[in-house]
């Protein structure tokens, strides 16, 4: 059987997908509990990180797409959407807005990248194994940026 056709994820993509939650997770829970002068501190590398990984998983879709045929209309679609995650996580730092701002931006990017990944599989561009990894990956990052967000709409 062919790699791509797994049902499970390669166990070291579990292994580093579920690493680069560390940050999501400890930034998000940090902003509780540290003293309030280090939270925009964390909180400014929360933002960093999330688009640090809105760029990397944007171009897990130029790979899939270059990967594809590229004068097939599937692969034209996901080699578009590679480059929007990166343009918002770019947009959300960039554009000088409060971080009440930048977080719902994240999030959303966060949820629209999922959509395009399961697009990505359904299209066959991605391994059929994908969404069990991205799935929980997914949840997690956008709870981390909902909580992080809450502290902000709370304090």
Known sequence: MHPFDAEKPPKLAILLGYAG???????A???WVIPMGWRPFVLEALLDYAAVILAFMGAIHWGLA??????????????GLSVIPPLLGWAALAGGLPTGLSLPIFLFSFVGLY????????????????????????LVVCLSLLVAWTSVLIR
Do not use: N
């Open 21 to 27: 939650l560390v940050p999501f997770v400890g930034g």
């Open 115 to 138: 959509l395009a990944d399961m697009h990505a599989v359904r299209a066959g561009l991605a391994p059929r194994w994908y969404p069990a990894l991205r799935t929980p990956l997914t």
């Open 66 to 79: 270059i990967r594809g045929e590229v004068a097939d209309e599937k692969a034209k679609l996901q080699l």
């Open 29 to 31: 829970l940090g902003i």
